[in-house]
């Protein structure tokens, strides 16, 4: 991997993780003297943030988080919850035996989180973000499938500026379960139906938290 990438993926974790709030200047020198790595990558890994609209770039003045408002995240919702019930309908349609028996082996792992727990709520956005790119990965639809993960990045960046998983995980980890049964029983229009509730219902969270 080289330093651009690498910076890269460090940001994306520190913003999905809410390291940074909404709204916060990020300062290359300091980024520079953070990650060891000159200007150059800095910049080639803001500008990929820029275009992925997770920060903005005001030319001869720096770099800053976002800070959407609440119609531009609920219409990211929208889009993200079309989106995922796509590629479940898909998924319905497409799916072998093989990834259904490894779909509901990692439910049973999510099923068996410790939500309790203070590693539930990492263990859950590790497990969930598995769980769904099975049913990407089952749609066999690879535009769409890289369109959406950069989308799960941005949903989860706004959780955890709404608050965390905490809130609505133990519900969410139930509602695989009837995902998985549209799956299983080759109904693609009951998957998107269900599918676009179960984002539809985190979307509600995150509103609530961001109040």
Do not use: W
């Not at 999905?16 to 200007?39: C, M, N, P, W």
């Not at 439910?107 to 969930?128: H, K, M, T, V, W």
């Amino acid at each position: 991997m080289n330093k651009k990438d690498e910076v890269y993926d460090l940001l994306v974790k520190r913003l999905i993780g809410a390291h940074y709030a909404f709204g916060q200047r990020l300062s290359v020198k300091e980024l520079s003297s953070d990650t060891g790595a000159s200007r150059q990558p800095i910049m080639a890994a803001l500008n990929r943030l820029s275009a992925e609209g997770f920060v903005r770039i005001i030319p001869q003045v720096g770099c800053e988080v976002v800070k959407p408002d609440r119609d531009q995240i609920a219409d990211f919702y929208l889009m993200f919850e079309r989106m995922e019930g796509l590629l479940a309908e898909l998924a319905a349609a497409r799916r072998t035996d093989d990834q259904l028996r490894r779909l509901r082996d990692l439910q049973a792992r999510i099923a068996a989180i410790d939500f309790a727990g203070a590693e539930g709520p990492e263990d859950y956005s590790e497990l969930n973000r598995g769980f769904h790119q099975l049913i990407h990965d089952m749609a066999q639809s690879p535009f769409v499938d890289e369109r959406q993960n950069s989308n799960f990045n941005m949903s989860d960046f706004f959780i955890n500026q709404a608050g965390g998983f905490d809130v609505f995980m133990v519900d969410a980890a139930r509602e695989h379960e009837s995902i998985i049964d549209a799956i299983a029983s080759r109904s693609p229009g009951r998957a998107r139906a269900l599918a676009e509730a179960h984002i539809a219902g985190i979307a509600q969270h995150v509103m609530a938290g961001l109040n």
